[in-house]
Each structure stands twice: as structure tokens, then as C-alpha cells.
């Protein structure tokens, strides 16, 4: 080192060792890049605030980088807006498919009902859709319409509205209410402070709300909740913190206020007549009643059923409990019960067994076959039926025999007794209490008949009048004698002359023998048996009774011999 | 695609035939009855400017008077640019025009124009002649003679304030 480089080293040394170091820097890309580096988000952040310059300067570099990725490598960029083209899709949709949804909820739930029928009409008239009349009653408010506006120049800045409103030229509108609300300013507001916040137009509310550099102005139908300005003075702060400086300097041009529809988009708000909670309660109602029919109508049915089937059990315990029925089968066909089975004919019929039960025997339908039941009260029935015994006999059931007493014919008791000794009847038929009413018929006869006398005038010569009586008795007596031999009794006639005083006894006794003699001969030529006959004579030998004419006679008696059916009866 | 938009204000004297002049060209959605009540009445008209660009003009039709007071005043707070429209047959509203567009100057600073001399279809009962026609060219940038009966630049004069507008305020459409 000579003296000139060591002077300079001691002049200049610090500064050329900066110098030095600052060349190394400049000529090293690497230190360059880390020194851009540190300064480059702060000079980006400064530009960006001072101007936007940097934003046009990196517009076609940026774009054209974006342009060639996506270019070469969508699938990339696919994924990556993803998850922001999901939701917004979404979003899109549903708003879409919400009011649709809206609409034809409503025009279903009023369609049928007396309004809707006559809002119907009021549609036609009005030449509305229907579903759009329908949306236009039943809501409390809907944001039909919503302009961003500068405040600046009255130009429009955004607007949104509902599918169903029908507007106008949106940029007119926007600054024809500039210039209305200028003029109201001008007019009724001296110090210009005042502001125009709400017009009512019929059935739409205008509200405007007002902020440093836009207003927003919303047009509602309806009456909306004060709560809704709060709401939209926070969509419009929103917008302003948003949108910044793009808001405050806006002059026409739409792409500095980008996604400010979506923002707008929020004020479409709508609420319907009925709170939520309240319109669920209505929707449940119909609902209720309707399961309550339903519940009303299965408790109906199931009570219907189920009292067809006590009907049915009924039917069917009590005639397999009735006597001579045997169920094969009960059946309901329908409003029909049909009950199959055998029947014997001595049993109730269906008809009665289900009246005594206090069934109905409307619906009733018999399949029956007849049968010979066993069943005792059915024999004895049938046993009461095959005896045919008459009214004057009474016949009892007494521990599993039958017990008749009382008279009967003697024809009934023979052929009865033959049944029994036949065992036709089945079961024991006690007839020792019956007595034969032919029997006793005879025995009153023969008590009527028991001592007949017939007067003779003299000798054996009998009075016109005791002749023909004699001949009838005669008659009578024969045929006393007949009854009481097919009856089985011994019927014993006893004949008894007499004669009066008069003469010599041994006249009187030939007489007498003589006169008895006739009435016999006249008996036995009635067919009366002679073993039946008896002769004895009475000869009344006192002359003193010599003018009794009334020993001149011949004396008849009946009498029964032992045994007779009667004798037991018989009061003498 | 962006979209554009600019208020302009047609600004002239009592019955020089603004409305008129433009109601063929524009979108009528207002009654005029909008100009008797409150003093202005909107409409707007797109123009198509070079570049496949459209430009939405919001025409602030302001009731005709010879001097703005102070609701005229609020009308034409944000313009972007002006119509000022004149009858040739009557020259003293070249000078209502002259006065309004002064006033306007003075409140709301220098903004691109048009300036209508209308009535053309009555050129025979003009008052302002073609020496009075060549001053009014120098001293207003763009005159255009107009007629609102048979439209005659009417077109032309909006699609040159639209172009005027776009260049001061939308450069990066040109």
C-alpha cells in the first residue's frame, strides 16, 4: 500500500467500506431480492393508499398471470373456488327456490279456502298471477325493491328487487327521488338539514336511509317492523365500510362497485302475516282436527267391531248353552250372522234364543240341519210330546223321570203303558197316578142306575109305562154290563121280586119268582151273562100290609164286584 | 360488463322546446307533470360510444327558466355535463342560456356541454343569424342546430356530450 491509497484509507476508509458493501449488494441478485423484500409490502400498502397506480400497473401482469394458470391448470383453480362457488351457487339457489317456495305455499294454502276463491277473482280482475295476488295479501311487509344512490349526484349505484316487482328504469327512479327529495329539502327544509325518510305510496312504504355518501332507499310492500331500518342502516354501514372510498367518489362507473347487489341483496326481506309460531299452530290445527276425525273414526270402527263380536260370542254361547242346538260355526257375512250347526226341532228357535239374549234378529241367517239331541230337557220335551197326554193328566219331570197323574182313556193308558214297557219314550215314564176316565165314567153310570124298581099291576103284568121303562134299563143295564167287562170290572146285577100280601104266600112267592123271572129273562135276552144275575124274592106275608100295592114290583141293582178300578174311589 | 352512467342536465329558458327535443330520443318513464310540481322531470338514454361502450345518460330535464334559484340549484348538484338549448326564434333565450350556464359555472365548476339552437324546422322566423350562429360557436364548444320536430342532431349532440363525459370522466373506456 503507498501513501496515496494509505491517505485515502484514513480519509475516506469508513465510506468506502459502505461503498463497498452497498456494490456487493447491488451486484447480488439474492441481496437484492431480500432487500426488496423488506420494503416491498410497505411500498405496495403505500401506493395502493396514495393512488391507483399500482392497481392498473399490476392489472394486465396480474391478469395475464391468472389467465395462463387457470389456462394451464383449471383443475387447480377449480379447487380452489370451490368452497366460495359452493355456497354462492347455493346461496343463488335458495334465494330463488325461497321465493318460489313462498309463492306456492301460499297460493296451495289459500287456493281452496272462500278467500282464496275470491282472491282469485280479484287476481283475474286485477290481471294478476294468482300466486302473486296470493304472496301480495298474505304478507305483513316484503322489500319489493332496494337502490343504493349516491348522494352526491343522485345516480344509482346498485339496485335489487324482487322477482315479482314490476319496475322501471331503476336509473330514472333513482334520480327521480334525488330530485324529489332535493325539492322537499329546498322547499320545507330552510337549512337544508332535512332529510326525506319515508313516504307512504297505498300499499308500499318508501323508506330511506341515509348515510355519509349513498342512501338507500327501500320500497316496501306492506307495514314493515321499526326493527327492519335498523337493519338496513347496517347493510348501509356495511356497504360503506366496504366500499370506502369507491361509494364516496362515485361518478357512474358500476365497477368500482362490484358485489354491491349481493350486499342489497340482504334488504329483500319478507315476513308473513302470521308469526312463525303462529302460523304453525294454524297449519297444526287442521292436522289435529284431522287425526282427531281419524282417531274418532278408528274408535268408531274398533267399537263397531268389537260390539259385532261380543254380538257374535253372544250368539254363540247362547245357543250352545240352549238346548238342543249344537254350533258348528258363527259367522259374520257382511251385516249378516250366519250360524251353522244342527238344531233338533224341539228346541228354540234361533229367532228366540237371540231375542231372549236381547240380540237383533234382523241379520240373522240359519244354516241348520235337524238332529235327535240327547240332551234331557229335549227328551223330555220330545217324551211330553210322544205321551200326548190329556189335558186331564198332568205330567211333571222328576229327577230324570216323568210323572203323570191324573185320569186319562182308558185307550191312552194302554197304549201309553205299551210304550213304556217298550222303552219307546227313552227315559221312565211313571203312570201308577193315572186312573181311567172311562172307568169312572161307568161307575157314575152304575151309581145313577144302582136300584130300579118297576111296578106291576097284578100278577106279572107291568104298566104301559113300567114296561117300556123296564125295556130300556134292560138295555142300559146290558150294556153297563158290557162297558164294565171291557173295562175289566165285574158288574153284578141283583134282581129282586116281590109280591103283596094278598093271597096265600105260596102264590105270592111263585109270584114274585115269576115277576123276577121276567126282568131276567129280559136281561139275559140283552146278552147280559147269567153269572151276572142274582134272583131273590121278597113276600111280605103280614096281611095287614095286604093293600101295599107297592110290593106288586120287581126290584133291579147294579153292583160292582171286587176289584174295580173304582172301588178305591168309591164313597160308599 | 361494467356499466356507465352520468347525470346530465338539459338546462335552457321557458319553452325553447327541451323537453320536446329530447322526448323522441329518450326513455320516457316521468310524467312531464313532474315539471310543473317539483321542477325537473327524469328520463335517460343510453349512447353507444366507440369501444363497444354504452353510456346511460340521466337526463335531468330542469323546467325552463332565465335564472336558477335554489331547488334549479340542487338539480344540478353532481352533473357530469350540461344541455343547454336556445330558440332561434326567440334570441333573448341565448342569453338565458348564457346566464344559466354562468351560474351553473360558478356553483359547480366547468363541465362538458352541448348547446342546442333549436328549432331549426322554423328557420325562416329565426331571430339569431349565421353571424350570431358563428359567435355562439366560438363562445360555446359545441352548437349544434337542432330541431325537435324533425330530430335533426339530436343524436348526434347527445352521442358527442356522452363521448365528452366518458373521456373527463371514464378515460379508461376510450
Not at chain 1, 251353522?340 to 229367532?351: K, Q, T
Not at chain 1, 111296578?455 to 134299563?473: C, K, P, Q, V
Not at chain 2, 347525470?7 to 312531464?32: H, M, P, Y
Request: glycine share 6%.
Amino acid at each position: 500500500m503507498n501513501d496515496l491509497e494509505e491517505l485515502k484509507t484514513l480519509l475516506f476508509g469508513a465510506e468506502k467500506r459502505a461503498l463497498d458493501s452497498i456494490t456487493e449488494r447491488v451486484q447480488k441478485p439474492e441481496t437484492r431480492a431480500a432487500d426488496v423484500a423488506d420494503v416491498l409490502p410497505e411500498a405496495i400498502r403505500l401506493s395502493h393508499r396514495e393512488g391507483g397506480e399500482l392497481v392498473e400497473t399490476l392489472r394486465e401482469p396480474v391478469g395475464e398471470c391468472l389467465r395462463d394458470s387457470c389456462r394451464n391448470e383449471p383443475e387447480r383453480y377449480a379447487d380452489a373456488l370451490y368452497p366460495v362457488m359452493g355456497p354462492a351457487i347455493r346461496k343463488s339457489i335458495l334465494s330463488a327456490l325461497r321465493a318460489f317456495a313462498q309463492q306456492i305455499n301460499e297460493t296451495i294454502e289459500q287456493s281452496l279456502t272462500p278467500r282464496g276463491i275470491r282472491w282469485r277473482f280479484d287476481a283475474w280482475r286485477a290481471g294478476v298471477p294468482f300466486g302473486e295476488y296470493v304472496v301480495q295479501r298474505t304478507l305483513l311487509y316484503r322489500v319489493e325493491q332496494a337502490y343504493l344512490i349516491s348522494r352526491d349526484n343522485g345516480l344509482l349505484i346498485g339496485h335489487v328487487h324482487h322477482q315479482a316487482s314490476r319496475i322501471k328504469d331503476s336509473d330514472a327512479v333513482s334520480a327521480m327521488f334525488t330530485a324529489i327529495q332535493d325539492f322537499i329539502k329546498e322547499s320545507f327544509s330552510p337549512d337544508r338539514s332535512g332529510r326525506l325518510e319515508t313516504a307512504d305510496m297505498g300499499e308500499f312504504t318508501l323508506w330511506a336511509v341515509h348515510g355519509p355518501h349513498a342512501l338507500l332507499v327501500c320500497v316496501i310492500r306492506g307495514v314493515p317492523p321499526r326493527s327492519l331500518r335498523g337493519d338496513l342502516s347496517a347493510i348501509l354501514e356495511r356497504i360503506h365500510f366496504r366500499y370506502g372510498d369507491g361509494i364516496r367518489d362515485y361518478s357512474g362507473d358500476t365497477s368500482t362497485m362490484a358485489g354491491v347487489e349481493e350486499e342489497l341483496a340482504e334488504c329483500l326481506r319478507f315476513e308473513a302475516i302470521q308469526a312463525a309460531d303462529e302460523k304453525k299452530r294454524r297449519s297444526f290445527l287442521p292436522l289435529v282436527v284431522v287425526t282427531l276425525l281419524i282417531v274418532a273414526l278408528m274408535a268408531w270402527f274398533g267399537y263397531r267391531n268389537w260390539e259385532a263380536r261380543q254380538e257374535l260370542l253372544t250368539l254363540q254361547d247362547v245357543l250352545e248353552d240352549t238346548p238342543g242346538w249344537y254350533v258348528a260355526d258363527v259367522e259374520r257375512t257382511g251385516k249378516a250372522l250366519t250360524v251353522r250347526g244342527l238344531r233338533d226341532p224341539l228346541a228354540a228357535s234361533i229367532e228366540e234364543v237371540a231375542s231372549d239374549a236381547g240380540l237383533s234378529t234382523d241379520r240373522l241367517v240359519a244354516d241348520l240341519q235337524p238332529f235327535q239331541s240327547l240332551d234331557p230337557e229335549i227328551v223330555y220335551q220330545r217324551t211330553l210330546a210322544a205321551l200326548d197326554a190329556p189335558s186331564s193328566a198332568s205330567v211333571t219331570y222328576d229327577a230324570g223321570r216323568i210323572v203323570v197323574i191324573g185320569s186319562a182313556s182308558q185307550v191312552w193308558i194302554d197304549a201309553t203303558e205299551q210304550k213304556v214297557a217298550s222303552g219307546a219314550f227313552g227315559m221312565s215314564v211313571e203312570l201308577d197316578g193315572v186312573s181311567s176316565i172311562d172307568l169312572e165314567q161307568l161307575r157314575a153310570d152304575v151309581a145313577a142306575a144302582r136300584e130300579v124298581q118297576f111296578a106291576f099291576t097284578e100278577g106279572t103284568e107291568l104298566s104301559d109305562a113300567d114296561a117300556s121303562a123296564l125295556r130300556d134299563h134292560v138295555t142300559k143295564v146290558s150294556s153297563l154290563v158290557s162297558e164294565a167287562d171291557r173295562l175289566g170290572a165285574t158288574l153284578n146285577v141283583s134282581i129282586i121280586g116281590e109280591a103283596d100280601a094278598i093271597g096265600t104266600v105260596e102264590l105270592n112267592t111263585d109270584l114274585a119268582a115269576r115277576r123276577a123271572s121276567l126282568a131276567e129273562q129280559m136281561l139275559i135276552e140283552q146278552g147280559v151273562s147269567a153269572e151276572r144275575l142274582s134272583t131273590s124274592l121278597i113276600v111280605d106275608g103280614d096281611l095287614a100290609n095286604a093293600t101295599n100295592l107297592e110290593r106288586r114290583r120287581v126290584s133291579i141293582l147294579l153292583e160292582f164286584d171286587s176289584p174295580s178300578p173304582a172301588t178305591d174311589a168309591d164313597p160308599e | 360488463m361494467n356499466q356507465f352512467s352520468a347525470k346530465v342536465c338539459i338546462l335552457g329558458d321557458f319553452a325553447v322546446g327541451k323537453t320536446s327535443t329530447v322526448e323522441r330520443f329518450v326513455n320516457n318513464q316521468f310524467s312531464e307533470k313532474y315539471l310543473t310540481t317539483i321542477g325537473v322531470k327524469i328520463d335517460t338514454k343510453d349512447v353507444s360510444l366507440s369501444g363497444d361502450v354504452t353510456l346511460k345518460l340521466v337526463l335531468w330535464d330542469v323546467a325552463g327558466t332565465d335564472r336558477f334559484s335554489g331547488v334549479e340549484f340542487a338539480y344540478l348538484r353532481g352533473a357530469s355535463g350540461y344541455i343547454l338549448v336556445a330558440d332561434g326564434t326567440r334570441s333573448r333565450t341565448i342569453s338565458a342560456v348564457r346566464t344559466l350556464k354562468e351560474q351553473s359555472f360558478d356553483r359547480y365548476g366547468e363541465l362538458p356541454s352541448v348547446f342546442l339552437l333549436n328549432k331549426a324546422d322554423l328557420t325562416r322566423e329565426w331571430e339569431v343569424s349565421d353571424e350570431d350562429q358563428r359567435r355562439l360557436s366560438e363562445e360555446f364548444a359545441n352548437v349544434y342546430v337542432t330541431s325537435a320536430k324533425t330530430g335533426d342532431n339530436v343524436t348526434a349532440a347527445l352521442g358527442r356530450l356522452g363521448e365528452m363525459i366518458a373521456e373527463r370522466d371514464f378515460p379508461k373506456t376510450q
